[in-house]
């Protein structure tokens, strides 16, 4: 049974937008499209993983979650798939990996091999799986939850595999996870049905969203360099003007009345999550204070302060509605 959906991240999201407020020649732009690339591939692998997942019917109770994040001694782990039996637990560590991969052993060593033979070091999946692990186990046995917890690496592609040794964990494509699953044998019965939905329950109550909110100070990039400016809904260019009560699109014509939310959406997740009328103005390009007081009051935030001193509050979630790793 399925209790938690794999969304794309918050991050996925703020990366476009800060994509599109970038000039072409901007000093921050090859990183950040090379981010949201892997971003965006890493999500590709994991929703090939879930379709596979969806080929696991097992007789017994059990649950599904995907993309979950959770919290132990002030250390927060982010697990890829987790299921749930009444015998053991897996953590499914997803890779989304074109390439060649050699897995060396006596040290393990994973090595991405590129065409041209050129060879680049991976960060260790199976050292972050046992550390997910060893979290995870924590984590339960302060629910006073005591299970067996595996591990499962696997592959998005079908690439090349080259294995000198049977490492301590299991590692597949993940058209070959649903498979392994079934062969697994569910002889103890440590969780019953009702405690397994239970636990399921728990853990996307506990579920950390992560925030990487502002963008520009994850990234290290200077507000100077964002552009402001209301992005057309309809043909996403820069800049609409604001004319006779509506804003309007000098490149496609659009118009509509509340596409400054768009820019407050984006103003949120690079700059910060509050604004004041001023940065507003700027932020839009308006110029008339009034004006910009009533959008604001229509908009789906908060006021706080008084006069100067007041600013308004972001509160993402009339905007965005995704899971985040």
Not at 80 to 97: G, H, M, Q
Not at 114 to 135: A, C, D, H
Not at 179 to 208: D, G, T, W
Request: glycine share 4%; net charge positive.
């Amino acid at each position: 049974m399925l209790f938690k959906t794999r969304k794309k991240t918050l991050e996925i999201d703020a990366l476009i937008a800060l994509e599109k407020r970038l000039r072409k020649g901007d000093e921050n732009r090859t990183r950040i499209e090379e981010r949201l690339y892997n971003l965006n591939a890493g999500f590709g692998g994991e929703v090939q993983f879930d379709k596979y997942l969806k080929e696991f019917k097992p007789r017994y109770p059990h649950a599904i979650l995907h993309d979950v994040t959770l919290c132990e001694d002030n250390i927060y782990f982010q697990m890829d798939s987790i299921l749930i039996t009444p015998a053991f637990i897996v953590i499914s560590e997803v890779k989304n990996i074109a390439e060649k991969i050699i897995i060396k052993s006596k040290p393990l060593q994973f090595i991405k091999e590129y065409s041209t033979g050129k060879r680049v070091p991976l960060q260790n999946p199976i050292v972050e799986l046992e550390r997910k692990i060893y979290l995870l186990d924590s984590w339960l046995k302060r629910q006073k939850v005591e299970i067996p917890i595996k591990g499962i690496v696997a592959f998005a592609y079908n690439n090349e595999l080259s294995i000198e040794e049977n490492p301590s964990m299991d590692i597949m494509f993940t058209n070959e996870v649903a498979a392994h699953l079934r062969s697994l044998q569910v002889n103890k019965e440590l969780l019953y049905k009702s405690e397994i939905h239970s636990l399921a329950r728990k853990i996307v109550k506990y579920h950390q969203e992560y925030n990487p909110f502002p963008l520009i100070k994850r990234y290290n990039i200077h507000p100077a360099h964002i552009i402001p400016g209301v992005i057309c809904s309809k043909c996403d260019q820069l800049k609409m003007n604001w004319l006779q009560k509506k804003w309007r699109c000098p490149h496609c014509g659009h118009t509509g009345k509340n596409d400054h939310e768009g820019a407050l959406k984006d103003w949120s997740m690079l700059v910060k999550n509050n604004i004041t009328n001023r940065e507003f103005r700027y932020f839009t390009q308006l110029e008339n204070r009034n004006t910009a007081k009533k959008l604001l009051a229509r908009s789906p935030i908060e006021l706080s302060g008084n006069g100067r001193a007041s600013k308004y509050e972001i509160v993402l979630d009339p905007f965005i509605h995704t899971e985040v790793k």
